[in-house]
């Protein structure tokens, strides 16, 4: 697919469920955040996410449907839909929720903690425990198998002000020995903060914004095809943005572009230049 098509193909997806969606967690577009659905509760989130590498792009739509088992405990699965991926473009993690890598991912989050310190603020900590499970069995000349992550984050949160730390760490469960192929374990660290202007904090049926300043490090070790470490791969990257997070009743809106700030790469690979994804949710 024609990268032209493609993107106006993820924009019209976009655009059909803007008017039906609710921000993932009320939380960031990239970084990890704290926040799970009430019990009972279901969302539906559809992120268009694009990676600018060299003079190339690419593409991938990914929906995310979660539920809540309890207030605290929250389980999810996401499915790829790559629009557009060139050859040579290795994959990323992308975002801690949902990667930009063609995995189909299970992710169940727990708040094992919570703590009120004023009228709509706390402190709470979430853990997370993935499963993905590759839908290509080669990439970028190494065999494919599934994989296991987790992750942590804390922070606190009030009407006003934001702020979540935390890290991701994902290692593919590839055979062991010397003539093994294992594609790079990824390892991600976030750091979120956000504002609430004072005139959006009022209830329905007034509109509801927040902004964040988002800061993540992708950490990815080199790829190993048949027991030999591949030059042109493994990377340290660490990207800053804006991004914007709309709620109107039980649909909103969220995203923003992110630019490489640091970065440090094995061999002569493509530089990453910006990424940029878009989320709309539903809620019910």
Known sequence: MKPRRALALALGLWMALSGTGFAQGH??????????LGKGGWSLDLSAMSRFVGTTRTVMVRPMLS???TEDLQI????PMPLYTPQGIRPAHGMARMPTSPDIEF???????RQATGIGSRFESTIYAGFDYPTDAVRAGARTAPGL???????????????WAGGLYRRYMTPAGNAADHPG???????????????????????????FLEAFGEWIRSDVIAGV??????SHQIFVGPTLLGLYGSWGVSGGPVFPVYRRVNGTQLQEKARLIVTTTFWF
């Open 229 to 234: 470490p591949q030059l042109d791969t493994g």
């Open 107 to 113: 992710l169940l989050g727990w708040r094992f903690h």
């Open 185 to 211: 374990d990824v390892a991600m660290y976030s750091l979120v903060l956000g504002y609430r202007p004072g005139s959006f904090r009022r209830d329905l049926p007034h509109a509801d914004w927040r902004i």
């Open 67 to 69: 539920y809540g088992i």
């Open 76 to 79: 999810s699965g996401s499915f």
């Open 149 to 163: 992550y987790g992750a942590a984050v804390t922070g606190y949160a009030s009407r006003a002000v934001y702020a």
């Open 27 to 36: 939380g960031p577009a990239y970084g990890l955040s704290t926040p799970t």
